[in-house]
């Protein structure tokens, strides 16, 4: 069979097979995080890292280094100025991101966020992880799509906010809360926001940064959070059971215009799933996946259009199709036959 019907017969539906092949798995990426999740983390790395810059130096006021932060940024009634609009766009960010949860579970009836409480998995896995760490396993714990140490940083800001937050505002309206509260509890919440602030900072840029950027297989830098993708492998690798889900449900596409059909990059197959939603644009013109239905009348469409197209190309080219296919012996023959002749007459 020559290149040309052979290259019709392969132009089969996007959806034939549940999954990536090896050159394919290059341009497929995962849909992570969406739009308001980007925000929201956008917003919490500029208010912490400004607390932190305006917070840290008047917990140590002795030092040199704090007293020439303060000196820098204005003395310190603009320090504490600019320490509490960075609080109230924390405070504002946690608000956003507890409807944002909400509407997601409530009104939208999507299940995603409900996989960042803590299980009984989460326990086994951090249990099998030391092992693993110690010499004592030699597999690693499959994760679904939050591993236990992803719950464990997400909680733990969920809780300093809530502490920082609270203690916040009680330092930052002491008299109105000793209204009403005893006055141990104005002393209580300074103990309080420092110790956590430390706290935290001490977790983000030991912990966190760490996990999240300088590990050697993301190493320098991981931008998932700022574009909401990871890519396929990787993603593979770090939540395999969420992977196999995806790959049951027959949502790992093959891209479908060829590399010969049409000249250019392949294009990046996206398997989208973001908080309990699901879907899979092939290209820039399919921004929705198909349906039972029309997956399977797209699949017999695509199977007649190659049909019809290998048996248009025989026909249209019927006249130079065995001349262009080396393996013709219809082609062999017409090409001996003048042979033959000239053989004749030199004898």
């Known amino acids: 069979m020559c290149a040309m019907t052979e290259a019709a017969s392969r132009k089969v539906s996007a959806l034939e097979r549940p999954g990536l092949p090896e050159e394919a798995m290059q341009d497929a990426y995962v849909v ?22 305006t917070g840290l130096p008047q917990k140590f006021p002795a030092l040199e280094v704090c007293q020439w932060l303060m000196d820098a940024m ?15 766009v924390m405070i504002f960010d946690g608000i956003y991101h507890i409807s944002y949860v909400a509407y997601t579970v409530l009104v939208l009836r999507r299940t995603g966020p409900l996989r960042m409480i803590p299980s009984l998995k989460d326990v086994r896995d951090a249990v099998q992880m030391t092992q693993y760490f110690l010499g004592l396993s030699v597999q690693k714990p499959k994760f679904g799509r939050f591993s236990y140490l992803e719950k464990f940083d997400y909680w733990a800001v969920f809780w300093g906010m809530a502490i920082m937050g609270g203690s916040g505002l009680i330092l930052l309206f002491p008299t109105a809360v000793t209204r009403v509260l005893p006055g141990q509890l104005v002393i209580a919440a300074l103990r309080a926001h420092s110790d956590e602030a430390l706290l935290a900072v001490t977790w983000i840029f030991v912990v966190h940064l760490f996990y999240a950027h300088l590990t050697p297989r993301i190493f320098p830098f991981n931008p998932a959070i700022f574009t909401g993708r990871i890519p396929a492998p990787r993603y593979q690798e770090e939540h395999p059971l969420e992977y196999e889900e995806l790959l049951a449900a027959g949502l ?16 990046a197959v996206a398997l989208v799933r973001s908080e309990g939603e699901v879907g899979l644009p092939l290209s820039d013109e399919d921004a929705d996946p198909p349906s039972d239905s029309e997956e ?31 393996e013709s012996p ?18």
């Open 74 to 88: 204005g003395g310190i009634q603009t320090v504490r100025f600019i320490h509490r609009i960075a609080a109230g």
């Open 296 to 326: 399977g009348s797209r699949s017999e469409g695509d199977g007649s259009s190659a049909a019809s197209a290998g048996a248009t190309a025989g026909s249209a080219d019927g006249a130079h199709s065995e001349e262009s296919c080396p």
């Open 330 to 347: 219809a082609a062999d023959a017409r090409q001996a036959e003048p042979r033959q002749k000239r053989r004749g007459e030199a004898a």
């Open 32 to 53: 992570r995080f969406d739009a308001h999740q980007r925000v929201q983390h956008i917003l919490m790395i500029g208010s912490f890292l400004v607390l932190a810059l």
């Open 252 to 267: 790992i596409a093959v891209p479908q215009p060829m590399a010969a059909s049409r000249p250019g990059p392949r294009p």
